[in-house]
């Protein structure tokens, strides 16, 4: 399975904007993009997943380079409740895709 | 509202006694999967199911079964639990194909093995 590298730890002041980078230099032209978070004491999230195109939601941003060897999440403005581990997770078609490998995240820390 | 339901929220239980922990979910997904999350080891996949009665192993399957007689419940049964299966255990379900669908995970079952 192709890795993804982020940053163990990320801090972020209150109703600014915060970029969670990942890097997945071996990345396939199949594999998908996703993001999950996992708030203290809960489930992973999803947050947002992409292919090629940056993708908007209601909750993110999602920008994917243009060689795809890395990507973006973008927190337009970071409430107390955003802090939680943010996971990168490359994610595979071509065949039934049934799991999600989940690495160490980063740990976001969103300061008042 | 959809959502996962996993039952007991907390369990500790003795070696070798036989337990259940339950998963249900209300979005007719087809998919469902459960992971346990160990402190540096991440979240592993234990068991998947694609659809009712279809069921195969994850990454870390021993020790651990499954069964799925309805599209909505998934339970993880563990016929002789041991300590080294102390863990947070999640249960998730998506739609179908995760390379393109969301997974929805439930609130987790923290259990203890003495």
């Known amino acids: 399975d192709a890795k993804t590298t982020q940053p163990n730890s990320m801090e972020s002041n209150e109703e600014e904007p915060v970029h969670l980078p990942c890097n997945h230099s071996t990345i396939s032209g199949t594999d998908y993009i996703h993001w999950y978070r996992q708030l203290p004491s809960q489930g992973p999230e999803y947050v947002i997943h992409?292919?090629?195109s940056n993708v908007n939601n209601r909750m993110a941003s999602l920008a994917i380079a243009e060689d795809r060897k890395s990507s973006t999440l973008i927190l337009h403005r970071a409430t107390l409740r955003d802090a939680a581990v943010y996971y990168c997770i490359l994610s595979p078609t071509g065949g039934s895709n049934y799991k999600l490998t989940f690495g160490k995240g980063t740990l976001l820390t969103v300061n008042p | 509202e959809a959502q996962v339901t996993q039952n007991p929220r907390y369990l500790i239980t003795v070696t070798g006694k036989k337990l259940t922990v339950t998963c249900s979910q209300n979005?007719?997904?087809?998919?469902m999967s459960w992971y346990r999350q160990d402190p540096g080891l991440g979240l592993r996949q234990i068991y998947y199911s694609m659809n009712v009665e279809v069921t195969d192993k994850g990454d870390v399957p021993e020790g651990y079964k499954v069964s799925r007689k309805e599209k909505r419940n998934f339970p993880l049964i563990l016929e002789s639990p041991s300590p080294n299966q102390t863990s947070l255990y999640f249960c998730a379900s998506s739609p179908y194909d995760l390379s393109r669908a969301e997974a929805f995970f439930g609130q987790g079952t923290r259990l203890t093995v003495v």
């Open positions: 979005m007719n997904h087809e998919y």
């Open positions: 992409g292919l090629t």
